[in-house]
């Protein structure tokens, strides 16, 4: 990756786009399953949710732990470098929280910006 003068720039780099804070917020308690991943996240795709997956773990953000068991099964967790993001999640959660009104009133008047639902 080549750093950026920016800070923004080079944060966004490794959680920039549609899903990866979606995932980085899945995870931020506990290891959760692919499966379980994908149904929260739903309507991401197996193939979004996989490279989302992979450009996560090759950033040190996450980590990928498989179980040798049939069938296999595989947990993803936070690594100590992905679990150093939750404050701004935290950050991000609360303006997201005390601008609700602001955002359901965006939604109402531009639905096409609210397909996104993480549970």
Same mark, same amino acid.
């Given at each position: 990756?080549?750093?950026?003068?920016?800070?923004?720039?080079?944060?966004?780099?490794?959680?920039?786009?549609?899903?990866?804070?979606?995932?980085? *917020? $899945? /995870?931020?308690?506990?290891?959760?399953? !692919?499966?379980?991943?994908?149904? +929260? #996240?739903?309507?991401?795709?197996?193939?979004?949710?996989?490279?989302?997956?992979?450009?996560?773990?090759?950033?040190?953000?996450?980590?990928?732990?498989?179980?040798?068991?049939?069938?296999?099964?595989?947990? *993803? $967790? /936070?690594?100590?470098?992905?679990?150093? !993001?939750?404050?701004?999640?935290? +950050? #991000?959660?609360?303006?997201?929280?005390?601008?609700?009104?602001?955002?359901?009133?965006?939604?109402?008047?531009?639905?096409?910006?609210?397909?996104?639902?993480?549970?």
């Amino acid at each position: 990756m080549k750093i950026s003068k920016s800070p923004v720039a080079n944060a966004l780099k490794l959680i920039g786009g549609k899903w990866k804070i979606a995932i980085i *917020y $899945s /995870l931020r308690d506990d290891p959760v399953r !692919f499966g379980e991943l994908k149904r +929260i #996240l739903s309507p991401i795709t197996q193939q979004m949710l996989t490279k989302q997956l992979r450009e996560l773990e090759r950033d040190l953000l996450i980590d990928r732990k498989v179980f040798e068991v049939i069938p296999p099964r595989v947990e *993803y $967790s /936070l690594t100590e470098f992905g679990q150093s !993001f939750l404050p701004v999640m935290n +950050i #991000l959660c609360k303006w997201s929280t005390e601008n609700s009104d602001l955002m359901e009133a965006l939604t109402s008047k531009y639905p096409e910006s609210s397909k996104l639902s993480i549970r």
